[in-house]
């Protein structure tokens, strides 16, 4: 069975950091590109970060200079590190995993930034 946990949500004032850890488990993590998406209300799923098999990483311009994310294969997990965050970050924040045969998504962890 495949699972994808994410931690690490939560509400944070402008300005303040955060970082989103996810679990991945039930796959061949070393062969999937990671990745974390959002969804705020009313608005379409979007990307914020893609981790490649290989290490390489794309982010969206709003993610560029702020965010980080890292990958483990050891340990199957992926965090995204999250600097500066503005209230425009408040969303469901979901991880994924992708390759040639499948794709899988967390459950997704809230962010809540506000004063």
């Known amino acids: 069975q495949v699972q994808l946990v994410e931690s690490g949500g939560g509400l944070v004032q402008p300005g303040g950091s955060l970082r989103l850890s996810c679990a991945a488990s039930?796959?061949?993590?070393?062969?999937?590109?990671m990745g974390w998406y959002r969804q705020a209300p009313g608005n379409q799923r979007e990307l914020v970060v893609v981790?490649?098999?290989?290490?390489?990483?794309n982010y969206a311009d709003s993610a560029k200079g702020r965010f980080t994310i890292a990958r483990d294969n050891a340990k199957n997990t992926v965090s995204l590190q999250m600097n500066s965050l503005k209230p425009e970050d408040t969303a469901v924040y979901y991880c994924?995993?992708?390759?040639?045969?499948?794709?899988?998504w967390g459950q997704g962890t809230q962010v809540t930034v506000s004063s």
């Open positions: 039930g796959i061949a993590f070393r062969l999937y590109d």
């Open positions: 994924n995993a992708v390759n040639w045969r499948a794709t899988y």
């Open positions: 981790i490649t098999r290989g290490g390489s990483t």
